[in-house]
């Protein structure tokens, strides 16, 4: 009978280690220092093999044969050289892909698909989320600029790239995980609300308005070059879509020290979309919001001011208009 070598080595342990005796300080550390040279050679493997997948996503990204040429590449060795298949099911499995694959929609997505990953490689590694950022919105307003010309193509850039062929040629499909990320490239909305958005809130909350001008701009690009002709969603885009987003970034710009002109245009879509499926919910939102900031009540009595005149009320349309 064969031994594992891992049992023959646990064999080799000094006695004292057994569960009988119970291990003594000096093993401990022994155990320790051992363990601790064992994690930074993991630590290192990890950190050289990214690096070589930063090199190797980075080249083939810089042109749409590439990508697609990596791409056959990474699965030939995945799927058929490590499992011994024979060079004719390769040939033949590449033949489909030609047909599926090779063409200017799905080159470009493969080739986006490898450009997130060094982006996500490259966070994942330590570079600070402020020096990735405008590359971050820089690329989502890509993507959805040509989302009409990607077409079908479009469902390549909702696989995370954590689970592509790309990554599991290197191995990152298990490692690379990260808190707080999206890593599905195509998914516009999933990368604003959490990487965007939480980036501003927390390091440069004076632009987080302009952020979220930028994200409700993508989704109005988006309705207006698919939904054109289609009045019943535009339809809704304008009378119920468009007040939630312009409500949902009031009531978070409203926490983050932009407190008037959230109200403003809170005020706003209450006075002209009274109608609004969501009308009760939000006079209650803007109500907790304003106890849970109402200032203390002075303690000198003071003669009441003269009201103020009422704020003018301004079309819908430029109501929503960005705001510094």
């Known amino acids: 009978?064969?031994?594992?070598?891992?049992?023959?080595?646990?064999l080799c342990l000094p006695l004292s280690v057994s569960a009988q005796q119970g291990i003594s300080l000096t093993e401990k550390n022994t155990l320790l220092q051992e363990l601790e040279k064992m994690e930074n050679v993991v630590n290192e493997k990890r950190l050289s093999n990214r690096k070589s997948a930063v090199d190797a996503f980075r080249a083939a990204s810089a042109s749409n044969k590439s990508a697609y040429e990596f791409y056959l590449a990474?699965?030939?060795?995945?799927?058929?050289?490590?499992?011994?298949?024979?060079?004719?099911?390769?040939?033949?499995?590449?033949?489909?892909?030609?047909?599926?694959?090779?063409?200017?929609?799905?080159?470009?997505?493969?080739?986006?698909?490898?450009?997130?990953?060094?982006?996500?490689?490259?966070?994942?590694?330590?570079?600070?989320?402020?020096?990735?950022?405008?590359e971050v919105e820089t690329f989502v307003s890509n993507i959805v600029a040509n989302s009409e010309e990607l077409g079908s193509a479009n469902r390549i850039l909702m696989e995370p790239v954590n689970r592509?062929?790309?990554?599991?040629?290197?191995?990152?499909?298990?490692?690379?995980?990260?808190?707080?990320?999206?890593?599905?490239?195509g998914n516009y909305q999933d990368v604003y609300n959490t990487v965007i958005l939480p980036f501003y809130r927390e390091e440069k909350p004076d632009l987080l308005p302009a952020a979220w001008d930028k994200k409700i701009q993508l989704e109005?690009?988006?309705?207006?070059?698919?939904?054109?002709?289609?009045?019943?969603?535009?339809?809704?885009w304008v009378n119920e879509k468009t007040p939630r987003l312009y409500w949902a970034k009031s009531t978070d710009i409203f926490q983050h020290g932009h407190e008037n002109q959230a109200i403003t245009t809170m005020m706003g879509i209450l006075r002209q979309q009274s109608d609004h499926p969501d009308a009760t919910r939000w006079i209650q939102q803007l109500?907790?919001?304003?106890?849970?900031?109402?200032p203390a009540a002075p303690e000198e009595t003071t003669a009441p001011e003269a009201p103020a005149p009422p704020a003018e009320e301004r079309p819908l349309e430029q109501l929503f208009e960005p705001q510094g």
Do not use: H
């Open 287 to 294: 109500k907790n919001l304003l106890q849970s900031t109402a």
């Open 74 to 134: 990474c699965s030939k060795e995945l799927k058929f050289t490590r499992a011994d298949a024979r060079e004719s099911e390769y040939r033949e499995w590449r033949e489909r892909q030609e047909s599926r694959l090779k063409n200017d929609e799905s080159m470009t997505a493969l080739r986006l698909q490898l450009q997130w990953l060094v982006i996500t490689l490259r966070y994942a590694e330590g570079v600070e989320l402020e020096t990735l950022i405008p």
């Open 164 to 185: 592509t062929i790309f990554a599991e040629a290197y191995e990152l499909n298990q490692s690379l995980k990260i808190e707080n990320w999206a890593y599905a490239p």
């Open 1 to 10: 009978m064969k031994w594992p070598l891992f049992l023959l080595s646990s």
């Open 220 to 236: 109005k690009y988006l309705i207006e070059s698919t939904k054109e002709d289609d009045k019943i969603a535009m339809d809704k």
